[in-house]
């Protein structure tokens, strides 16, 4: 096991969750989202996205938080970077701006660690591929996932219209119908990490 | 894209490959095979396993290298560790025993990559998770795939009764029906890398 890259989790009751104001909604629609990636494509080319991936533990068990909105959408906690942004600034802007509090003045140190994954985005379409498909030269996203270290308390301040939730990592195996082809393989990409369960 | 280890692959043409003598098969039916499993666990406790992923590419598009028994069984190169048996070493002997020429006086220099991931087994049974199960004290096989960087040029010599076959990523992915969870998640597994085709 030395060639194992530890990552340390601990309890989900170490953690706090309170609320604050809601992210205005960009699009409503899947095709205005797309819609505005096409405009943005124009603009700035490659759309880049980052994301978090931060575990905690319950009854001795690796858990995900992924963030829900509405009763269906679930994602990773993250978000687009600006162009020119780098990847890991762009990632602790975006995990602040989901998940603490923005009035504080005290701003949570985010430890970003390795990159998980990858995806790419071939066109403007909802389905992205762990590798760019032949015969594309122009892809239009690439999304980096990046595992997060948390310190072992923090208070977490979700936008009220996001749910956050807590899923161990058995009900995200092998389970693309409800979570997608991204969040349901995270299980896999962290099997080389040893998680440290405090 | 500065985070990311580059894996250097070659075109598929620039190996070679011949035959040697068949392997014996340890066992016929799966049954056989799960309970040599439970006998030698009863001797030697958690069995671990180890496999390379070996890439090249054709037509631009990484390809990954597997072995296949009659027109069904379809397996990465690798095989179980000796008791005691370093994994490095154990799987450069596999490698050689599973894809080299076992009479040349020149044995391949294999060069062992990252780990991409790790699978454990909770019980006699096929099924394999990329997490230990909740309540599972006793694993009963961990298996460990790693990144096999391959040279420029390579001469394999496969047991006559194997198949070698080169599969591009995009046949893999969410193909669980045809290559299992743990062949067909490498490309997500690997989507962290950056496969330079040379």
Not at 67 to 84: A, F, H, M, S, V
Request: glycine share 6%.
């Amino acid at each position: 096991m030395s060639s194992h890259l530890v990552v340390k989790v601990h309890p989900l009751s170490c953690y706090s969750f309170g609320k604050k104001e809601a992210k205005v909604d960009k699009d409503i629609f899947l095709s205005d989202r797309l819609d505005r990636m096409r405009a943005n494509f124009m603009r700035d080319g490659l759309r880049t996205y980052v994301e978090g991936i931060l575990l905690v533990y319950e009854y001795g068990h690796p858990h995900l938080l992924l963030l829900q909105k509405g009763n269906k959408i679930i994602r990773l906690p993250g978000g687009r970077l600006r162009p020119g942004e780098n990847e890991i600034e762009g990632l602790k802007r975006k995990l602040t701006s989901k998940l603490s509090s923005s009035s504080s003045s005290v701003q949570p140190i985010w430890q970003i660690g390795e990159c998980a994954g990858v995806w790419w985005r071939p066109n403007f379409e909802t389905l992205m591929y762990p590798y760019c498909p032949p015969h594309i030269n122009k892809p239009k996203e690439c999304k980096k996932i990046f595992i997060v270290h948390l310190s072992e308390n923090q208070c977490f301040e979700i936008p009220k219209n996001l749910k956050i939730l807590a899923v161990p990592l058995f009900e995200l195996f092998d389970n693309v119908e409800k979570y997608g082809p991204e969040i349901s393989s995270i299980p896999q990409q962290l099997s080389r990490f040893s998680l440290d369960l405090e």
